[in-house]
């Protein structure tokens, strides 16, 4: 079992309305829980960090974290056309090292 | 302040060859990590290094090394280079990597993509 699974395919929404991306781990231990965006050429830039359970909003992202079930999400509220790019989630596990799903590719039609 | 630097961008190799990535992390930021990234498998972890001591390993075969500087710059070799390792290789910086703050979160560079013919 990978140790950050995101099974969603490739995410198509309107802009303005909502993306919703899942993530599911599998070490218990893990306590930090991020989310990067990386645009097709470039390298992943940080757009959330959550480490206890529950909501955290910055803006429009809104990342959810629930350690019992181990899964973490990520809203995108307005969904504007430069928000599609491919986002990863990454866990950093019981052993300090940062683990990364293979993403979720969004694209927003205008 | 500048970001995290890695050189080259672009490299061809062949077969059989060795190759050595650089990074320079962003000045104060003492842990410094690489990942391979590639279509099918996605970002996968190398190693870390903290004040010089590689602190953490990822499942990648002996030809591929690393090393940090008391500078915390960084650099990484891939011996006898096979086609399978062609591959964007990215390094992030952070000040720390473990605690519960900002000063864990990873900062990626540009990437340097290694091409093997």
């Known amino acids: 079992q990978k140790e950050v699974e995101q099974n969603s395919g490739p995410l198509s929404v309107p802009e303005g309305a909502i993306a919703s991306l899942n993530c599911t781990y599998s070490d218990r231990g893990s306590q930090s829980f991020f989310w990067y965006r990386q645009y097709s050429g470039k390298s992943p830039e940080l757009i959330m960090s959550?480490?206890?359970?529950g909501d955290k909003e910055d803006g429009r992202f809104t990342a959810q974290l629930n350690k019992a079930s181990q899964y973490v999400s990520l809203l995108i509220r307005d969904s504007q056309p430069s928000d599609s790019a491919t986002y990863l989630c990454a866990v950093k596990d019981g052993n300090n090292r940062l683990a990364f799903g293979k993403g979720n590719q969004v694209v927003v039609i205008p | 302040k500048a970001g995290v630097t890695q050189t080259p961008r672009y490299l061809i190799k062949t077969r059989g060859q060795q190759v050595t990535l650089s990074c320079s992390p962003i000045s104060g930021h003492r842990s410094v990590s690489w990942y391979q990234q590639t279509p099918g498998q996605g970002l996968q972890f190398l190693f870390e290094?903290?004040?010089?001591?590689?602190?953490n390993k990822g499942n990648f075969p002996g030809r591929f090394s690393g090393r940090q500087f008391s500078n915390s710059r960084s650099e990484m070799n891939v011996s006898t280079l096979e086609l399978g390792d062609s591959a964007l290789y990215l390094c992030a910086s952070s000040w720390t990597s473990g605690g519960f703050s900002g000063a864990n979160v990873l900062t990626f560079g540009a990437g340097s993509r290694l091409t093997v013919l």
């Open positions: 290094y903290f004040s010089e001591t590689q602190r």
């Open positions: 959550i480490y206890s359970n």
